[in-house]
């Protein structure tokens, strides 16, 4: 029976694997960048247990300590301290990891598949379909991402539905054009006509054989741009775009710290907590990003070459 | 004495490592090899062998992450002097790279700039080694000109632009003029077209048949054989004494090549140069070299006069190479076994594990060069080595 | 033995496009009115240089390419008539137009190997999904019987079962080779275009490849069209040779037959440059003046009248036709009628 005569080696794609973390733990930045983005979804997934919700509301609403408008400082209470209008900024700062994530995402993946969809259309049968697909796809680029994104965000309505459309709208020509490149380039190579000498559909080919090797650089970009996503939808949630106030989210935080950013005459740093500690958040997860793509990239690109 | 009288160049023990992620991997494992002047040594070997890392490590580009651990490669200038290339620092090594030693590679198209007319890029060699002789020659054809009443203003400008060049190149006054828009093109319009003129002899010599279309044309507007040319056109514009040949006819089509190997013996010829040829092709190996040497997976095997080689082959990888030719009369084998991965080599002589003739000595003992007659080197346990 | 790929008037052409809009301003006449026919069970060779057209005829006749004008029959059985000029009950065979599910199903019976090992396997596959894909495709077999026939075709190209779980750059060249032969074989064809199967393969190794393919020849009942540059190869393993240039076949004989008594000027001068492994013998060398022109602009009359040293008069006007001089020794050129 075959199963006897086959020996199966350690499984090569677990090899792949193994090759891949040890390249990472070579170099320092993408093991602090790996750290920082272990850190973030432990907090993530942790959120529950970390800052538990008040039972009976949306988890996702931060509950209130009073009314008042000057925030106060962190205490046994508040760690964080609170924010204008009392919110908890601890409590926000944990929970707006999920949203953060969820953001992230969602605008990724989504961009990706749309991404994919396009630009394997485009690259594979060439001619026409791709003229007409990357000339829609110029447009869109035309424009600068933040602008157009805001334009959408205000036509969608205030929320965190809205903008995370807008920004799937706005995100998806980059990956287009990337994948449509790797199509050109691939569909060039002798085993594709030789998969088509076999008999194999183009559906076949696309996602069997041209796909699996165009998909590293997508994965860089992707790790690359999570970081890119949530700055951007910060800054959509900071100009009152995004969720309501009072929701975890770390531009809406941030919003909230506007008129607080210079306090009193006597202490200018009076409330630093209120923007200093969702801003170092926010800085330390795109960067985090940015390191693991970075290290990503330095390790997929060689590992190609050397093929 | 490193240099016989009658050697140009003797790579002795040479050994190159490349540390790379997957492991230290052992290019080149104590190589010996002497070049007499004036002859054609044909080094011939497949992949993994090392021929190229040899080859560029003549000229002291030994591609990163390679690293010359060990030897010695002992070099006789134009002038007699013996060099050793190995301790000579980058500024000695820059006058002779194109100069001393030229080398042609295998690709054309990736030895040249695509963005350059072809022109451009024989004059940058031609003015970074003989920018003298091309000054001189201008400052004679202005003297000429003044005498014919050709002279004027512009003439007068040249001419101190030239010799300011000779004296002190990095002059202040120099460096300001020459980089003014259109002056720079004017104080300098009979350098340009002596070295134009140079150009343009050196691509006949090269037998391109219309060297006026070819000098101005970008490399991609050529055939792989023009490309060809112009890179042996670049490789000998400054006349060197030793020319590296890199594989350079392997992606060229059968006839080309032929055409192409009989314009570097003539040109062996006329330049008087010793050449070194690397390739993988027998039939070319045969028709080219006065000696040659053979390698495998990094280690010299065996070196002969080329008639003695194909006679008497000795090593049983030159022998099972001969054997693996389509050739009348001789069987068509081919040799069982892969190339050793050079990260592992096989321990002793490396091409034991594919050897008929292998011992258990061939398993632990490294075998070195000997002589077996007059002119005959192996590198095999049978032999005594 | 009849024949078993006949093709008519065969030609392949690929527009040049230039200007803003990509129009077409000229065209490579890659393939220009190409008639052959290979017998079954034979391996035909096709030499020529580059620019010759010699891959896109190979490519055409197997359907990887679509022809421009021209019949291509293919009979699996072997029993096409030599001469098919003037015959047209034999149309049902032609398969130059076929498209969708009959194409599909014709490449079962017609496989390519191609020159570069490296590229032409998909390098994120393993060997044992590279191997059997055809066979899932062509709808053929799959799951446990389709492992079974991988692992033999495999052995049969004298690789093993640890090799199954692999992927292709952990091979040689000639090793990933061997992976190509498999693939294209697996489903048992009856005719293969070897597309210079040897020249990206270590010299040492060749002799093992064509070992290969004369023996799979034999135990598979396969017919070969084996193109190359490497004129001591083809006549190693050739039964008949024919000699391209600038998309026409120019020469054609039995193997023995065109290698001591080449007649057009061209296959001389072709022959004449080939490097001898004998440093005892110096080659006749016949040099030709210029450079091989470009298939876009192919010269009127003979196509190689501006390079041939007995060009005459009428060459540049009249194209000659291919005519059979000897028995089986077909030549065009207007120095032999």
Same mark, same amino acid.
């Given at each position: 029976?075959?199963?006897?005569?086959?020996?199966?080696?350690?499984?090569?794609?677990?090899?792949?694997?193994?090759?891949?973390?040890?390249?990472?733990?070579?170099?320092?930045?993408?093991?602090?960048?790996?750290?920082?983005?272990?850190?973030?979804?432990?907090?993530?997934?942790?959120?529950?247990?970390?800052?538990?919700?008040?039972?009976?509301?949306?988890?996702?609403?931060?509950?209130?300590?009073?009314?008042?408008?000057?925030?106060?400082?962190?205490?046994?209470?508040?760690?964080?301290?609170?924010?204008?209008?009392?919110?908890?900024?601890?409590?926000?700062?944990?929970?707006?990891?999920?949203?953060?994530?969820?953001?992230?995402?969602?605008?990724?993946?989504?961009?990706?598949?749309?991404?994919?969809?396009?630009?394997?259309?485009?690259?594979?049968?060439?001619?026409?379909?791709?003229?007409?697909?990357?000339?829609?796809?110029?447009?869109?680029?035309?424009?600068?991402?933040?602008?157009?994104?805001?334009?959408?965000?205000?036509?969608?309505?205030?929320?965190?539905?809205?903008?995370?459309?807008?920004?799937?709208?706005?995100?998806?020509?980059?990956?287009?054009?990337?994948?449509?490149?790797?199509?050109?380039?691939?569909?060039?190579?002798?085993?594709?006509?030789?998969?088509?000498?076999?008999?194999?559909?183009?559906?076949?080919?696309?996602?069997?054989?041209?796909?699996?090797?165009?998909?590293?650089?997508?994965?860089?970009?992707?790790?690359?741009?999570?970081?890119?996503?949530?700055?951007?939808?910060?800054?959509?949630?900071?100009?009152?775009?995004?969720?309501?106030?009072?929701?975890?989210?770390?531009?809406?935080?941030?919003?909230?710290?506007?008129?607080?950013?210079?306090?009193?005459?006597?202490?200018?740093?009076?409330?630093?907590?209120?923007?200093?500690?969702?801003?170092?958040?926010?800085?330390?997860?795109?960067?985090?990003?940015?390191?693991?793509?970075?290290?990503?990239?330095?390790?997929?690109?060689?590992?190609?070459?050397?093929? | 004495?490193?240099?016989?009288?009658?050697?140009?160049?003797?790579?002795?023990?040479?050994?190159?490592?490349?540390?790379?992620?997957?492991?230290?991997?052992?290019?080149?494992?104590?190589?010996?090899?002497?070049?007499?002047?004036?002859?054609?040594?044909?080094?011939?070997?497949?992949?993994?062998?090392?021929?190229?890392?040899?080859?560029?490590?003549?000229?002291?580009?030994?591609?990163?992450?390679?690293?010359?651990?060990?030897?010695?490669?002992?070099?006789?200038?134009?002038?007699?002097?013996?060099?050793?290339?190995?301790?000579?620092?980058?500024?000695?090594?820059?006058?002779?790279?194109?100069?001393?030693?030229?080398?042609?590679?295998?690709?054309?198209?990736?030895?040249?700039?695509?963005?350059?007319?072809?022109?451009?890029?024989?004059?940058?060699?031609?003015?970074?080694?003989?920018?003298?002789?091309?000054?001189?020659?201008?400052?004679?054809?202005?003297?000429?000109?003044?005498?014919?009443?050709?002279?004027?203003?512009?003439?007068?400008?040249?001419?101190?632009?030239?010799?300011?060049?000779?004296?002190?190149?990095?002059?202040?006054?120099?460096?300001?003029?020459?980089?003014?828009?259109?002056?720079?093109?004017?104080?300098?319009?009979?350098?340009?077209?002596?070295?134009?003129?140079?150009?343009?002899?050196?691509?006949?010599?090269?037998?391109?048949?219309?060297?006026?279309?070819?000098?101005?044309?970008?490399?991609?507007?050529?055939?792989?054989?023009?490309?060809?040319?112009?890179?042996?056109?670049?490789?000998?514009?400054?006349?060197?004494?030793?020319?590296?040949?890199?594989?350079?006819?392997?992606?060229?089509?059968?006839?080309?090549?032929?055409?192409?190997?009989?314009?570097?013996?003539?040109?062996?010829?006329?330049?008087?140069?010793?050449?070194?040829?690397?390739?993988?092709?027998?039939?070319?190996?045969?028709?080219?070299?006065?000696?040659?040497?053979?390698?495998?997976?990094?280690?010299?095997?065996?070196?002969?006069?080329?008639?003695?080689?194909?006679?008497?082959?000795?090593?049983?990888?030159?022998?099972?190479?001969?054997?693996?030719?389509?050739?009348?009369?001789?069987?068509?084998?081919?040799?069982?076994?892969?190339?050793?991965?050079?990260?592992?080599?096989?321990?002793?002589?490396?091409?034991?594990?594919?050897?008929?003739?292998?011992?258990?000595?061939?398993?632990?003992?490294?075998?070195?060069?000997?002589?077996?007659?007059?002119?005959?080197?192996?590198?095999?346990?049978?032999?005594?080595? | 033995?009849?024949?078993?790929?006949?093709?008519? /008037?065969?030609?392949?052409?690929?527009?040049?496009? /230039?200007?803003?809009?990509?129009?077409?301003?000229?065209?490579?006449?890659?393939?220009?009115?190409?008639?052959?026919?290979?017998?079954?069970?034979?391996?035909?060779?096709?030499? /020529?240089?580059?620019?010759?057209?010699?891959?896109?005829?190979?490519?055409?006749?197997?359907?990887?390419?679509?022809?421009?004008?021209?019949?291509?029959?293919?009979?699996?059985?072997?029993?096409?008539?030599?001469?098919?000029?003037?015959?047209?009950?034999?149309?049902?065979?032609?398969?130059?137009?076929?498209?969708?599910?009959?194409?599909?199903?014709?490449?079962?019976?017609?496989?390519?190997?191609?020159?570069?090992?490296?590229?032409?396997?998909?390098?994120?596959?393993?060997?044992?999904?590279?191997?059997?894909?055809?066979?899932?495709?062509?709808?053929?077999?799959?799951?446990?019987?389709?492992?079974?026939?991988?692992?033999?075709?495999?052995?049969?190209?004298?690789?093993?079962?640890?090799?199954?779980?692999?992927?292709?750059?952990?091979?040689?060249? /000639?090793?990933?080779?061997?992976?190509?032969?498999?693939?294209?074989?697996?489903?048992?064809?009856?005719?293969?275009?070897?597309?210079?199967?040897?020249?990206?393969?270590?010299?040492?190794?060749?002799?093992?490849?064509?070992?290969?393919?004369?023996?799979?020849?034999?135990?598979?009942?396969?017919?070969?069209?084996?193109?190359?540059?490497?004129?001591?190869?083809?006549?190693?393993?050739?039964?008949?040779?024919?000699?391209?240039?600038?998309?026409?076949?120019?020469?054609?004989?039995?193997?023995?037959?065109?290698?001591?008594?080449?007649?057009?000027?061209?296959?001389?001068?072709?022959?004449?440059?080939?490097?001898?492994?004998?440093?005892?013998?110096?080659?006749?060398?016949?040099?030709?003046?210029?450079?091989?022109?470009?298939?876009?602009?192919?010269?009127?009359?003979?196509?190689?009248?501006?390079?041939?040293?007995?060009?005459?008069?009428?060459?540049?006007?009249?194209?000659?036709?291919?005519?059979?001089?000897?028995?089986?020794?077909?030549?065009?050129?207007?120095?032999?009628?």
């Amino acid at each position: 029976m075959l199963s006897k005569k086959v020996v199966k080696e350690e499984n090569p794609r677990i090899k792949e694997l193994k090759f891949v973390l040890r390249r990472i733990k070579e170099n320092p930045l993408s093991i602090a960048g790996l750290v920082i983005v272990m850190f973030f979804t432990i907090i993530a997934i942790a959120a529950p247990l970390l800052a538990p919700p008040i039972a009976g509301r949306d988890p996702y609403m931060i509950p209130r300590y009073g009314y008042s408008p000057i925030p106060k400082p962190p205490s046994p209470e508040n760690p964080f301290g609170t924010t204008q209008g009392q919110y908890d900024l601890y409590y926000g700062i944990i929970w707006g990891t999920r949203t953060a994530y969820r953001i992230g995402i969602l605008v990724v993946v989504a961009s990706i598949l749309i991404g994919i969809v396009i630009g394997a259309l485009a690259g594979y049968y060439k001619g026409i379909i791709d003229e007409v697909l990357m000339r829609v796809t110029d447009i869109i680029l035309a424009f600068p991402a933040l602008i157009l994104a805001m334009a959408l965000a205000v036509a969608f309505g205030p929320g965190l539905d809205s903008i995370t459309l807008a920004l799937i709208l706005v995100w998806w020509p980059a990956y287009a054009r990337l994948v449509r490149g790797e199509f050109l380039r691939i569909t060039s190579e002798d085993f594709v006509e030789a998969a088509k000498a076999i008999g194999c559909s183009d559906f076949r080919i696309i996602f069997r054989h041209v796909l699996p090797n165009a998909i590293f650089p997508l994965i860089v970009m992707a790790s690359l741009d999570i970081g890119s996503v949530v700055l951007t939808a910060a800054a959509l949630s900071f100009l009152g775009l995004g969720p309501p106030e009072g929701y975890a989210d770390w531009g809406q935080l941030i919003s909230l710290s506007r008129n607080w950013i210079i306090g009193t005459a006597q202490n200018p740093f009076a409330y630093w907590h209120v923007w200093v500690i969702p801003g170092i958040f926010l800085f330390l997860f795109v960067m985090g990003w940015n390191m693991l793509g970075d290290a990503l990239r330095d390790v997929l690109d060689p590992m190609i070459r050397r093929r | 004495m490193v240099l016989n009288d009658d050697e140009h160049l003797r790579i002795k023990d040479l050994v190159v490592r490349f540390y790379t992620y997957e492991g230290i991997v052992k290019a080149i494992e104590r190589a010996n090899l002497q070049l007499k002047k004036g002859e054609t040594l044909g080094i011939v070997g497949e992949t993994g062998s090392g021929k190229s890392v040899t080859a560029l490590t003549i000229m002291a580009l030994t591609p990163p992450p390679g690293k010359v651990e060990n030897g010695d490669i002992f070099f006789r200038k134009s002038d007699g002097k013996v060099v050793n290339i190995i301790k000579l620092n980058e500024h000695e090594l820059l006058k002779i790279r194109g100069k001393e030693i030229s080398i042609i590679f295998q690709e054309p198209n990736a030895a040249l700039n695509p963005l350059y007319r072809v022109g451009e890029q024989i004059a940058e060699a031609i003015f970074s080694h003989r920018l003298k002789e091309m000054l001189e020659k201008a400052i004679q054809r202005i003297q000429r000109d003044i005498k014919n009443g050709n002279g004027g203003f512009a003439a007068r400008l040249e001419f101190w632009t030239y010799n300011k060049m000779l004296e002190n190149p990095n002059s202040i006054s120099l460096r300001f003029v020459k980089g003014l828009p259109i002056i720079k093109n004017i104080i300098t319009r009979r350098l340009r077209q002596i070295v134009r003129e140079e150009i343009i002899e050196l691509l006949r010599l090269m037998e391109i048949p219309d060297p006026y279309r070819v000098v101005d044309a970008y490399p991609h507007e050529l055939s792989g054989g023009m490309q060809q040319r112009v890179v042996i056109a670049i490789a000998l514009s400054c006349s060197p004494a030793l020319l590296l040949a890199d594989e350079p006819t392997t992606n060229l089509d059968v006839t080309v090549q032929a055409q192409i190997l009989d314009l570097i013996m003539r040109l062996k010829q006329r330049f008087g140069a010793s050449v070194i040829y690397i390739t993988h092709d027998m039939g070319v190996i045969a028709e080219i070299s006065d000696r040659v040497a053979v390698m495998y997976a990094g280690n010299v095997v065996e070196v002969a006069p080329v008639k003695e080689l194909f006679k008497n082959p000795l090593h049983p990888y030159t022998k099972a190479l001969l054997e693996s030719i389509p050739r009348p009369g001789s069987p068509f084998k081919s040799i069982p076994g892969v190339v050793p991965n050079l990260v592992n080599p096989p321990s002793g002589c490396r091409f034991h594990p594919r050897c008929q003739y292998a011992t258990e000595e061939c398993k632990h003992k490294v075998p070195v060069l000997v002589k077996v007659s007059e002119d005959h080197q192996v590198a095999c346990l049978l032999y005594g080595g | 033995m009849g024949n078993i790929i006949a093709t008519l /008037g065969l030609r392949k052409y690929f527009p040049i496009r /230039g200007g803003i809009f990509g129009r077409k301003v000229g065209e490579v006449k890659a393939v220009d009115g190409v008639n052959l026919s290979i017998r079954k069970g034979e391996t035909f060779g096709l030499v /020529g240089e580059s620019g010759c057209g010699k891959t896109t005829l190979g490519k055409t006749i197997i359907r990887l390419l679509d022809p421009d004008s021209g019949k291509i029959f293919f009979d699996p059985d072997g029993s096409l008539p030599e001469d098919l000029q003037n015959k047209d009950n034999f149309d049902n065979l032609d398969i130059a137009r076929i498209k969708g599910g009959k194409l599909k199903k014709l490449r079962r019976y017609m496989q390519i190997v191609y020159q570069n090992p490296s590229t032409s396997l998909n390098p994120r596959m393993l060997v044992k999904d590279i191997v059997s894909e055809p066979l899932i495709v062509q709808g053929i077999c799959k799951g446990r019987e389709a492992e079974e026939r991988t692992l033999k075709m495999l052995e049969q190209v004298g690789l093993s079962s640890e090799h199954l779980y692999r992927y292709p750059h952990e091979f040689s060249g /000639g090793q990933r080779q061997r992976i190509a032969i498999a693939r294209a074989l697996i489903t048992h064809p009856k005719f293969v275009v070897l597309d210079e199967p040897t020249s990206s393969v270590d010299v040492s190794v060749r002799a093992s490849l064509i070992n290969l393919f004369k023996d799979l020849q034999q135990t598979m009942g396969l017919t070969y069209l084996f193109i190359s540059h490497d004129l001591s190869i083809i006549e190693a393993i050739s039964d008949r040779v024919a000699v391209m240039y600038l998309g026409k076949i120019i020469e054609f004989a039995d193997s023995k037959e065109l290698f001591k008594n080449p007649l057009h000027p061209y296959t001389k001068e072709l022959f004449s440059a080939i490097p001898i492994p004998d440093p005892e013998i110096r080659r006749k060398r016949i040099t030709l003046k210029g450079e091989p022109p470009s298939p876009a602009n192919p010269p009127k009359g003979c196509r190689f009248h501006p390079r041939c040293p007995y060009a005459k008069d009428v060459c540049g006007q009249d194209e000659p036709k291919l005519l059979e001089l000897k028995a089986g020794h077909y030549v065009a050129c207007h120095l032999y009628g």
